[in-house]
């Protein structure tokens, strides 16, 4: 099922490999590679571009393969993880293993992934019964319960139901109604007029005509589906709001009776339709975008049969072409690996499997994961780490010059009640009845998507779990939910570039993972959006009056200060799209620099590398976003992500923070050199 864009996350990784020989010393004299005096471009000045100069070295080194869009030490990490999981899989694929038991999913999973004769031989068969279903739809009326039957199995056609917690009541459990139904990234591929935009749809059509044709359809059949596809997406498209308007949640929180969502879209009962859909009765339901679903309504009524059916036997074969015979993997990778990425070769098939995989039961991989790569002397650290930086959070709200007593207590209540989940979780999710055997690799697909749809129900109308992980351990990222009010860290986020966890010293640490990890989530909790929710996770203000204006005034700053950012041509970053994600990387670095502060290696001010523990600092935040990505995908990102590219994550923060100015001379007509008046401040 879909999920309301309230999770604010961070992608962050890294990984071991070649070093130059720069070195310095551990704690028991002997000595290591100092990997940021290697990663280094000295050519540039810090206070021109501090991403470069940080990171030139290494992006030069590290050219993106032709089988990715991006490269970075995330991905470096990644392929590690893949090798030992591929070993793990294939040793499960070859046993023989306890009918039900992990090992046999595992095994099966992954061999009919890589069983490609099977799969060419078996060609559409698997889908041949639900390519039936959409060709029986007779009128409008049945239109409905097909888009229920395959939402069950994971086709997000059309609608975009998910369960979460309420909003409003973080004890209770409640269906969301979310805007869905594209092929494209989002609306605003649909309507942008520049070029690079307007190529993308020319090439999307023909995209729709080739995978038309692979479904056996003459060509004019096909042109004629791919047209009455992209009237219909456009239609949906135009009633679908921008990605910065998602991110308010209050005016994507309308609450209602499923019968007045019956008022929506006249002439069809939700309440059946949500039945057909597994969901058991259900008094209301939150829908995230009404105008959207009036729309909803209105194409059920209007748009002709032949429409319906073109659109939902695309986004069938849309949904699984992965898992479909390789003309249509192919076909696949064409439009969205190589248009829109800009990728020149399709990744390994063993990688992609394993991806597939990771979707479809990825916590029984990671209890592998933590046994062997992340020991309770690594989770005790960064649990204390967590708790330096919660104090050091603590000491900036109740020092902050523009916020009232009555506010500064909520917002310490608040911090004091967020859970830090660490590494994993206590309690693994259970797959018994997850059926996965040797018969088809869609099929193994289906079932693990419908298993998650039935999960995901499950849980309405019982007690909300706060125990539970959205993430897997192994999942290099991070988040921050705020209706739980917590701090979701898995175990891979603290892996670290080329050093075993006890040789790398305090001021890489607390910069890569204490400011772009742990800090950063942290801070999420008193963004633009989730400084909206209360200590109990509730959409609640808790705002004094003039504070919430001294905050959106602060607000506003970043904001500005991001849209004037160009990335490629001409395209501007987000500054209100991106604006959580901006503070949240300030707050990180602010903060945990002065956890960093209380530190025996800041007390010592001794030099590493030429370094000083400061530069360190800051040096160790810049690794975090070390990389680089081709134009297709940046220019992706600036449209559909609520994240800055890398290298603004890096530049922008710094241009607001004095600490930077001394600890590297900045001075004015230096690129990143903003006077007081226009730094930007908030926690």
């Known amino acids: 099922m879909n999920h309301p864009n309230y999770l604010s996350c961070i992608i962050l990784a890294v990984s071991s490999f070649l070093l130059d020989n720069c070195t310095q010393k551990t704690k028991d004299n002997t000595q290591t590679t100092d990997l940021v005096s290697s990663y280094r471009d000295t050519t540039v000045l810090p206070g021109n571009d501090f991403f470069q100069y940080a990171n030139g070295a290494w992006i030069k080194k590290h050219p993106i393969p032709v089988s990715e869009s991006n490269w970075s030490i995330g991905r470096e990490v990644q392929d590690e993880i893949y090798t030992r999981l591929r070993k793990v899989n294939e ?23 890589m069983d490609t004769v099977t799969l060419e031989k078996k060609g559409l068969s698997p889908l041949q019964p639900e390519l039936d279903r959409i060709a029986a739809i007779k009128s409008n009326a049945d239109v409905p319960a097909v888009v229920a039957h395959l939402q069950v199995m994971g086709v997000n056609a059309l609608i975009g139901p998910s369960v979460d917690q309420d909003a409003k009541n973080s004890e209770q459990i409640a269906l969301y109604l979310w805007q869905s139904g594209l092929g494209l990234p989002n609306r605003d591929y649909y309507f942008i007029q520049d070029k690079r935009t307007q190529n993308i749809r020319q090439e999307y059509r023909q995209h729709l005509i080739k995978m038309f044709t692979l479904l056996g359809q003459h060509q004019t059949t096909a042109t004629q589906n791919s047209d009455r596809v992209i009237k219909l997406e456009t239609a ?56 959207f679903y009036r729309t909803v309504g209105q194409q059920l009524k209007t748009a002709p049969v032949a429409d319906w059916q073109a659109y939902l036997q695309w986004h069938l074969v849309h949904t699984f072409a992965e898992q479909l015979p390789k003309a249509f993997d192919d ?24 991806d597939e995989e990771e979707n479809a039961m990825g916590e029984v991989l990671g209890k592998l994961f933590v046994s062997d790569y992340f020991s309770p002397v690594t989770k005790k650290r960064y649990e204390t780490m967590v708790d330096n930086v919660v104090l050091a959070f603590r000491e900036h709200i109740e020092k902050l010059d523009w916020m009232t007593p ?56 019982k007690p909300v779990d706060r125990t539970e992980w959205s993430m897997t351990p192994q999942t ?10 917590e701090i979701v860290l898995p175990a891979a986020i603290f892996a670290i570039p080329g050093l075993r966890d006890e040789e790398a010293d305090d001021a890489i640490i607390y910069g890569y993972a204490g400011a772009s990890t742990i800090g950063h989530e ?3 909790g008193f963004d633009d959006q989730g400084s909206q929710f209360d200590a109990r996770g509730n959409l609640k203000n808790w705002w004094a009056p003039t504070d919430e204006a001294l905050f959106k005034k602060k607000v506003k700053g970043i904001v500005k200060q991001f849209n004037q950012y160009v990335v490629l041509d001409s395209l501007h970053v987000n500054g209100k799209a991106t604006a959580g994600e901006n503070i949240a990387d300030l707050g990180g670095i602010v903060i945990a620099l002065d956890a960093f502060k209380k530190t025996p290696q800041y007390k010592s001010n001794e030099t590493i590398g030429g ?51 001394a600890a590297f001379g900045v001075k004015p007509g230096q690129k990143l050199y903003l006077p007081d008046s226009l730094r930007v401040k908030i926690w």
């Open 91 to 113: 040793d499960a694929a070859q046993a023989n293993a306890q009918p039900g038991s992990n090992d046999q999913k595992i095994g099966d999973f992954y061999g009919m992934g």
């Open 406 to 461: 009555p506010t500064k207590e909520k917002a310490l209540t608040k911090l004091h009640q967020i859970k830090k989940k660490v590494g994993y979780p206590d309690k693994w999710k259970d797959f018994s009845d997850l059926k996965i055997d040797r018969s088809s690799y869609v099929q193994n697909v289906m079932r693990a998507n419908e298993w998650w749809h039935r999960y995901q129900l499950n849980k309405l109308g």
């Open 611 to 661: 370094l000083t523990p400061v530069q360190r600092y800051f040096i160790g935040y810049a690794l975090g976003w070390q990389g680089h990505q081709r134009g297709e995908r940046l220019a992706q990102q600036i449209l559909t992500d609520v994240h800055s590219p890398a290298h603004l994550r890096v530049n922008g923060p710094m241009s607001d923070i004095p600490e930077f100015y």
């Open 331 to 354: 076909e696949h990778f064409r439009f969205y690996g190589t248009v829109m990425q800009g990728r020149k070769a399709q990744r390994a098939r063993w990688k992609r499997v394993l």
């Open 522 to 524: 942290l801070t999420h």
């Open 236 to 291: 949906l498209a135009k009633a679908s709001r921008k990605l910065e308007d998602l991110r308010d949640p209050y005016a994507n929180y309308n609450k209602m009776a499923v019968a007045d969502v019956n008022k929506l879209t006249p002439g069809v009962d939700w309440q059946t339709w949500l039945s057909q859909m597994q969901v058991k009765k259900q008094d209301s339901v939150i829908v995230g975008q009404p105008e």
């Open 476 to 485: 290099y990222n991070a988040y921050y939910n705020p209706s739980n009010n």
